[in-house]
Structure formats: C-alpha cells, structure tokens
Nanobody, 124 residues
Framework: QVQLVESGGGLVQAGDSLRLSCTAS????????MGWFRQAPGKEREFVGT????????LYADSVKGRFTISRNNAKNTVYLQMNSLKPEDTAVYYC?????????????????WGQGTQVTVSS
C-alpha cells in the first residue's frame, strides 16, 4: 500500500502562486506514474495533470496548460505541482495519486492510491 502525504495548500489571491508537494512511501512506491486531480464544490473530480515515472512525459488538462507544471524527484519519492497565475476557478481540493503503470495516464482507473487532499482557495 502506497502512502501519500500532501502539503502546500492554502488561501491565496488571484494571480498568486502555490507549490503543492506529495511524498510517497511504502513497499510499492517505485515505478509509478503520478497524477494530480481536483474536486471543486458541487463538481466531480477532475484530472489536472500526470507525470511518468521517468519524468520525461507530462500531460495536462486544457484548463491548466501554461500555468501549472508537474515535476518529480524520485530520490525523494516526491511529486510537485507548481501552480502559477491562479484563478478563482482553480479553487478545489487537490489530490495526488499513484498509478499502477509507469507511463503517463489520465484514466482514474489506473490510480489506485490517493492522498487525503489539500485545500486550495483562490480569492478574486
């Protein structure tokens, strides 16, 4: 079982930046793609982005392209979500997740381990 611990959420103003971190631990932590999802009040969980195990491939939702960047440091078992130019519509609970495959994937069915979520609130 992969354990995921997130940090970095908070309350910011529109145009500000935040960096979310997610550190993984457990016996099966390696060789996994990682993803970020978010869920706003009254809406379904939404794909944000994903990064392959090697870090050489990333995929982003259209709503965050050019503003958000996913990176990872496998030596630290940590994946990051750098969020720039934040908008009020980015307000949501953000979840990191570990996939059962190494290649990038946006399919929720490929993500079997999830973090507890961290709240990001962007004021206008």
């Amino acid at each position: 079982q992969v354990q995921l611990v997130e940090s970095g959420g908070g309350l910011v103003q529109a145009g500000d930046s935040l960096r979310l971190s997610c550190t993984a631990s457990g016996p099966t932590v390696r060789s996994r793609a990682m993803g970020w999802f978010r869920q706003a009040p009254g809406k379904e969980r939404e794909f944000v982005g994903t990064i392959s195990w090697t870090g050489d491939n990333t995929l982003y939702a259209d709503s965050v392209k050019g503003r958000f960047t996913i990176s990872r440091n496998n030596a630290k078992n940590t994946v990051y979500l750098q969020m720039n130019s934040l908008k009020p519509e980015d307000t949501a609970v953000y979840y990191c997740a570990a996939a059962i495959v190494a290649m990038i994937t946006a399919s929720p069915s490929h993500f079997r381990s999830w973090g507890q979520g961290t709240q990001v609130t962007v004021s206008s």
